[in-house]
């Protein structure tokens, strides 16, 4: 069992330390573990731009800290990857390049959360989007388009739950937008990045995983890798639906999942 994607209270919307991720982590036994909570506002110049969604500045030295100690106490129980999730920002993210390189990550996740200047789990945003099929499709595009610009970027590893959008308007998720998935998905691919299958989706109104059985399916087809990842804010959540992931996968055709150590990729079984 593998998951690269958890976070924990310094972002201030998880609960519980990294410590209590790898003891969740040991007793479910998991053999890789990705500590990957979210990076500061790097591109703003309050340390603590944003406190209910990431940590300040001057916390991620001691956060990379812990979690190489973490690592390294660890080591004969569990592999520890450490790691953040980077949001993308359309010309903004040169002060991310800086700052990352300076630490040893085993990879970087990069994730659209700001969308068309709102947030994407915001529920008032559909308040002024028309509830046609048609309308919700061009959204849909325009956010895929939006990660595979994010992908294009060539800054991350792991791609995001690329299509949570759909998180709090369930009706999103059933709307095609076949182009725009096939060019973002080309776009992850050809980036020499992995996509995250995200099981999130169930804390949110939509339910099921990130990104859905058809995404899925085009996945397969155009040769994209998978992680897997649970996004977990609370330490029980630490690889959620492992097995029916790995189900579902295994019957679409994949047969293994892409881990990193220090920006290298490596497969491991789909198990």
Request: glycine share 8%.
């Amino acid at each position: 069992m593998i998951d690269l994607h958890t976070h924990h209270e310094r972002c201030a919307h998880a609960t519980g330390s990294l410590r209590d991720y790898v003891t969740a982590a040991l007793d479910k036994g998991v053999k890789v573990l990705g500590l990957s909570d979210h990076t500061p506002m790097f591109a703003e110049e309050a340390d603590h731009a944003l406190p209910p969604v990431a940590m300040p500045k001057s916390e991620f030295p001691s956060y990379i800290a812990e979690a190489l100690a973490l690592k390294e106490e660890f080591a004969r129980s569990i592999e520890i990857l450490v790691s953040t999730e980077a949001d993308f920002f359309r010309g903004r993210m040169d002060p991310y390049s800086r700052e990352l390189a300076g630490y040893p990550l085993d990879y970087v996740i990069g994730s659209v959360h700001m969308f068309e200047g709102r947030d994407i789990f915001d529920t008032t945003r559909w308040e002024t989007v028309e509830d046609s099929e048609a309308e919700l499709a061009a959204v849909k595009g325009r956010y895929f388009r939006a990660v595979a610009e994010c992908a294009r970027s060539g800054l991350f590893q792991v791609m995001g739950h690329v299509d949570a959008l759909k998180g709090n308007h369930p009706k999103l998720g059933t709307v095609p937008a076949p182009a725009a998935a096939d060019e973002m998905l080309r776009a992850i691919r050809d980036a020499g990045a992995v996509m995250e299958v995200n099981t999130s989706g169930n804390t949110k109104a939509h339910g099921g995983w990130y990104p859905e059985h058809d995404l899925l399916e085009r996945a397969h087809h155009f040769g994209v890798p998978l992680t897997f990842a649970s996004d977990a804010h609370v330490p029980e959540r630490v690889c959620d639906q492992y097995p029916e992931v790995v189900r579902v996968l295994h019957d679409i055709g994949f047969r293994t999942w892409t881990v990193f150590r220090r920006g290298t990729p490596r497969t491991v079984p789909l198990a």
